[in-house]
């Protein structure tokens, strides 16, 4: 089976090209030796699932990694607690029944006694006490049900075991790894009853994530060279992978589906040495091309009147704003990964997206004639004596020009 570039689903380093990330699985690895509880919050499409899967292979040597999904569980599951608890001890257990099988009986045998949450914890705890490697547990798409109150419970009863272990009061996970969109930090956890406003997050606990998920330049060309290995070719790799990281910005999704545009769109017939203009091109192509992660974006855009606003003032306007995450709209915008702080200032996180919505909301503008009209591009860049404010248009050129 001859490799191929991948932009759907998981990597799988048999079948895909593949950047190599173990400087990230390697930082990663330092949060759970030092038993700290976290988040992966990232956009979609930006490799959190195939990170997680990377990171259980490089850990099952050491420890016991469980590994789940929330996706497609229903949301029935979550609607009372003995339901909850027996299936969360079955996604356990089928996590690791080819690799663990012992392990995995033991957890099955559990379903059959639980009735709550509280016996969720029991379990948790008598099975963590009698497994030395240490217990890993991830949650991939956590946030599918995260404004059920089952859930809440759910995880601050996580938090509430983890306080525990550090008192030397109970046995729990060494490590717990939570995956998704939105952060589960900024959650609230009703403590009081129906009628009060007391709130308190149910995963305080966690550590920042820090560990950048975007490829750099030098993460690419790892993925370049495996091609080039495998197609006994030679290219220049540094300046192929720096083109596509200024066009990208790193954004895994990105760079993966511009090297499969070159290979099987550019080079469909023969397997060449790539150059720079090739990459120009596949970003042609990308930006008029219609798929998952742009369809998300323009949805995303179109449900939030205000965010798709305040980014046509920036990209259509060429306005400058000032970054400051409190900024509800600049919070949603970092977290669906389409703005970034430079300098100080409010950007679009890569050229590929400036470049694809701006045609968007052009595009958009032009259906209705009055609209452009009240809209007015020339106008903002028009001096009140009726000249051009050079200096204006130079920033607007430096702001889609600029490598970051």
Known sequence: MSKR?????VYVSRKHYMVDISNKLEQIRKL??????????KPRQYGKTTTLNELENFLKEDYLVISISFEGIGDKVFEEEEAFSKVFLELMSESIQFSCEEESKKLLAFREEVKDIKGLSKAISIFTKENAKGVILIIDEVDKSSNNQLFLSFIGMLRNKYLAREMEKDFTFKSVILAGLYDVKSLKLRIRNEEEAKYNSPWNIAVDFDVDMSFSSKEISTMLNEYCI???ITMDINKLSEELYFFTGGYPFLVSRLCQII???????D????????????VKI??????????????????NKELYDYIEEIIVGGNDKNFNLYNPLI???????????????????????GEMTYNYMVSKLENSYNKIEEYNFKKAFIEANGSLDIEKILKRFQQFMKLE
Request: hydrophobic share 35%; no cysteine.
């Open 271 to 282: 397997r060449k040495p790539w150059e720079v203009k090739d990459v120009q091109e596949a």
């Open 331 to 353: 919070e949603i915008g970092s977290r669906y990964g389409y703005l970034k702080n430079i300098n100080g200032k409010v950007a679009i996180s890569n050229k590929i997206f």
């Open 5 to 9: 570039f991948n932009s759907t689903g």
């Open 263 to 269: 290979d099987e769109k550019i080079y469909v017939k």
């Open 286 to 303: 990308i930006v008029e091309e219609k798929n998952t992660l742009f369809d998300s974006l323009i949805k995303n855009l179109e449900n």
């Open 230 to 232: 495998e197609n006994s």
């Open 32 to 41: 759970i030796d030092n038993e700290f509880y976290f988040t992966i919050n």
